[in-house]
């Protein structure tokens, strides 16, 4: 059913001819056409719920680029939208609610959106998009991890030192564990939900797991990931990222997805030694590096080939999201030079596998 | 002529009776008596510039509760401010400079501050808190990491993604290279003229090494404070902290500091077994917890100390600095409680080495 597996195959650790390659916000501010798109529809949340357009820009990057999975258009803040919090973006600023969400009151109120009624345009949005795809390369759906949609919910707003939810974390834990345990239910249907509508693999990004300490990762992030994954049918691949995880990497590698997602800050071929006999490693060039010249990413791109090395089981992409000043050219060098440069590794596979 | 030399004693990973503890900002906005002293300043670079005033805030929170070491209160962007790159602080948004250095022409121009002409009011601030601490405690000297004040210098305020500097690092490595040689320089005469001056422990924070990849934090950051380090007197104690370093440890303990600081995201035990056979540890308790009720601020504690377990080398420090919502009652929770639960861990050593 669909025609490029590479992303699917190298998510089951099975062999491919070159390693598979996406990029985290490939449909993003840094493409013209988005913006133009984005420009017509008003404003971010807009061309969120819009699924026509949703599916549009959803399909931009590939039009442009040899890439090897798509991410349906969406945000991590859609299911706190849903619980009719008053979600806006302040131009420079990032998201921000009208309500807080920062007292045992506003938490027991919060109710589990219903993933057609309430969240219906994203639904529509993967149906569309997997339509138009025609089975072209896989579709990824995604949430937020509930520890970092709470994060945004209870600070109100972006947050550098996160003092009002690790002060609930630190002197009231079980009014976040309500919050937290709502959030995962909510994920966990509003997953579920994407992949009746087509969605062939799910990501999970935790963002700001790692402000946590090493316990309080394990009890209020990591947890509720487990359940949303122990929710949804096995024969989905996913993927869990935590943002400055590379510590905890054992122990996430231990909840069940198919892959962790890595930053830049460790090495992939240390993640491999140390988790890549459990799980696929998705990652990691520092999104910094599409700043550079064509031969800087090259030689970026074939450290971190050289550095996993070869064998099965490895995504190239982005340790975090793409930033919107990087020139589009410089993403066409990008995916070309995974696919060019990573054909040696997994020729010797095969060669060691046929002697 | 140290009375209580018990944090010495614990950077020399010798025999203490307790654990010694402070605080990172430990003379800071959390404090009523910071706060006045400071309204009368005018403004926070006003108060690091007048040496009695200096003097006197290091000194206050060695009034209320029972620390081991001062730290002499400045900052780590005192050498661009020597630089003459316009300096200044905007209330709520951290600091920032006039003139970004972010091009060859103006890495050129900067001069090498000569410490007692152009910094001497540190030195002076170091002179009187010596002799007005008559040796009770050790005092710390610091300054930024040559990387850390990089970063300030070329994005030319606080940022989230450092796409500046690390634009320029992926693009043009030689300049940036010539830019952090002159504050390595800098930084070198920085501190020698503060142990001339009367400082007996030098730490170098790094709050922003953790943003990079492996391979950059060795040739930008860490190569750099090791200069720095091989730069000071050999009898001189150093602690090198990198906040989400945890990663990288092995090679932080390599470039000669008798210390190394660690924040929150670490557990203290898995730290001390990949780098406590060559170096004490200091931390990291979050920062957070401080909020929280006494009870939990003990509890925590006490889980950090039984993570290091019996034995010498630890010293008790936050992950990060204390923040200005801290209740200064709780500081003095902390520190008791370091001290009280500690004793169990140095009186094992001791037994056993009676044996």
Redesign the interface.
């Known amino acids: 059913m669909i025609k490029n597996d590479r992303f699917l195959k190298a998510l089951a650790r099975q062999p491919v001819d070159k390693t598979p390659v996406w990029l985290m916000r490939q449909a993003g501010r840094y493409l013209p056409e988005y913006r133009k798109i984005r420009s017509q529809a008003g404003d971010f949340l807009t061309l969120c719920k819009t699924p026509e357009l949703a599916c549009e820009v959803t399909l931009q990057p590939l039009e442009r680029f040899d890439l090897d999975a798509a991410i349906i258009f969406s945000d991590i803040l859609t299911i706190p939208d849903a619980m009719h919090l008053g979600l806006y973006f302040e131009p420079g600023e990032g998201p921000k609610f009208k309500q807080p969400t920062c007292d045992a009151a506003s938490i027991k109120k919060l109710g589990i959106p219903d993933p057609e009624d309430d969240l219906g345009y994203v639904m529509q949005a993967i149906r569309h998009t997997k339509q138009a795809l025609a089975g072209k390369v896989p579709l990824i759906g995604f949430a937020g991890s509930p520890w970092t949609i709470g994060c945004y919910m209870v600070e109100g707003g972006p947050s550098k ?3 009002t939810i ?2 609930m ?3 009231d834990p079980a009014i976040l564990h309500q919050l937290l345990q709502k959030l995962a239910d909510s994920i966990s249907l509003y997953l579920q939900a994407q992949i009746a509508a087509g969605a062939d693999v799910i990501m999970l990004f935790d963002t700001w797991g ?7 990762y394990q009890a209020f992030s990591l947890h509720y990931m487990q359940q949303i994954l122990q929710s949804l049918p096995a024969h989905i691949p996913t993927i869990v990222f935590t943002k ?1 995880g ?2 905890w990497l054992e122990a996430i590698a231990n909840i069940g997805s198919n892959a962790v997602g890595l930053d ?4 992939v071929g240390d993640a491999r030694q140390r988790i890549g006999h459990q799980v696929a490693l998705q990652g990691n060039l ?4 599409m ?3 064509p031969e ?1 990413i090259t030689q970026h791109v074939e ?1 971190i080939l050289a550095s996993y090395g070869s064998g099965n089981g490895h995504i190239f992409n982005l340790g975090h999201g793409i ?1 919107p ?1 990087i020139q589009p050219e410089n993403v066409a060098v990008l995916v070309d030079a995974v696919h060019e440069k990573s054909q040696q590794y997994h020729q010797c596979k095969q060669h060691d596998q046929a002697q």
Chains 1, 2 share one sequence.
């Open positions: 030192t996160f003092a690790k002060g974390l630190y002197t790692g402000i946590l300490t090493p316990q309080a400055n590379g510590l830049w800050t460790i090495d520092d999104p910094a590096i700043q550079a010249t800087v450290q930033t000043n």
